[in-house]
């Protein structure tokens, strides 16, 4: 019994001893699996730091996917502007003369090829006509005149010079109420023209009277004109009314085809300020009326100085009605203006040449624009 007792033990001895080392191994293992992972994991980390650093060629599908992020651009082509071919308006390539009139009295510049008419009344009345190759544009300037309040009172004064042998024109200066709208109402005839229809006084011409910018019609042939004009008068009352007159003073006049005259009237104006009476006028009209000194001085400052408050007046005047008038020739002959949006220049085209225009540096000049109001320096063919 005893041995079988000890039998027993020792098998449960062996048993426990048995069940110890399996234990024990199997904790060694889990060590072991927990090295070997840490290890795995120290290995992945070191794969991710190469990765970073990698400088090895990129996979197929790589740079198929970085070409569709990031494509090359292309540059655009820059536009051709369409060649426009331009002629220079006449207004815009003038060459001047200088014409000295035979009698030594005065000279003036005036485009080349144009007429220099001029008629010495009595030295005291001295007439300068200017007009194009075309007598389509017109300078007057009257240096002292006498202008009558009436038509009956010209003709009583025509009968009385005629009486003493002294030369008589068949029109005169009338001006009823001694100014110079008045005079430019009733004197057409005198100057070719009807019809006078006042736009503007545009300032005072510095002796008493106005600068008058005014609609006119050619007596001729009915054509519609646009000028400028003024005069300074002195009225001098009679005892006998019929013999009443006035006095004159530097009368001009400016006249143009409405369609040009923003193109000419900056011509024109140069040719006014270019007339320059001579000593020898100034020294022989003295003589017939020592009285005038004055006036003869007036006379020069006339032609030197008011052309330039001409200008000043009808750049600061309101423009709306030649704007208009402009609009409206250009409808009539069938052209547009375009301007150059590089330039600023003002051109003529045939009526729609925008519309096929394909290019950027030319505009069209819209309904109302200040462009109108700018010389036309040449015509797009």
Same mark, same amino acid.
């Given at each position: ?21 399996? /234990? ?37 599908? =790589? ?129 070719? @023209? ?15 009277? @106005? ?25 001098? #009352? ?56 004055? =006036?003869?001085?007036?006379?020069? @400052?006339?032609?030197?100085? =008011? /052309? ?23 409808? =009539? ?30 505009? #069209?000049?819209?309904?109302? /624009? ?12």
């Amino acid at each position: 019994m005893k041995k079988k007792i000890a039998l027993i033990l020792a098998l449960c001895l062996a048993l426990t001893s048995f069940s110890a080392c399996s /234990s024990s191994s199997k904790k060694g293992s889990g060590r072991s699996s927990n090295d070997r992972d840490s290890k795995y994991d120290a290995d992945d980390d070191d794969d991710d730091d190469v990765d970073d650093d990698d400088d090895s060629e990129p996979t197929r599908a =790589t740079r198929e996917t970085t070409e569709r992020k990031d494509p090359t651009p292309t540059p655009s082509p820059v536009p051709t502007e369409a060649p426009v071919q331009i002629k220079p308006t006449e207004n815009a390539s003038i060459n001047w003369t200088t014409y000295e009139s035979p009698d030594g009295y005065f000279k003036i510049n005036v485009p080349e090829g144009w007429t220099v008419f001029y008629h010495d009344y009595d030295v005291i009345s001295y007439e300068v006509v200017v007009y194009d190759n075309y007598a389509e544009k017109f300078f007057y300037f009257g240096t002292s005149f006498v202008s009558y309040p009436s038509e009956e009172n010209f003709e009583y004064w025509m009968d009385v010079t005629a009486s003493y042998g002294f030369e008589t024109t068949e029109y005169g200066y009338i001006s009823p109420e001694a100014t110079a709208l008045s005079l430019f109402e009733n004197s057409g005839d005198r100057f070719g @023209y009807t019809d006078f229809e006042l736009i503007d006084t545009l300032g005072e011409n510095g002796y008493g009277d @106005y600068f008058l910018q005014a609609n006119i019609k050619d007596m001729n042939n009915g054509r519609q004109y646009e000028g400028i004009f003024t005069s300074s008068l002195v009225d001098t #009352p009679m005892y006998y009314q019929q013999m009443d007159w006035d006095l004159a003073a530097g009368t001009t006049c400016i006249m143009l085809p409405v369609e040009d005259f923003t193109d000419w009237l900056g011509v024109m104006l140069q040719i006014y300020a270019s007339l320059e009476f001579t000593d020898a006028y100034y020294t022989d009209r003295n003589i017939v009326w020592q009285q005038t000194f004055q =006036t003869s001085n007036y006379i020069m @400052y006339n032609a030197n100085q =008011t /052309s330039d408050m001409i200008m000043d007046s009808w750049e600061r005047s309101n423009h709306v009605s030649d704007i208009s008038s402009q609009e409206y020739s250009d409808a =009539t002959l069938g052209r547009e203006r375009v301007y150059d949006t590089q330039t600023g220049d003002v051109y003529y085209a045939d009526n729609g040449w925008s519309d096929t225009y394909s290019g950027t540096r030319y505009e #069209p000049v819209t309904s109302g /624009s200040d462009y109108y109001l700018q010389p036309v320096v040449g015509t797009i063919y």
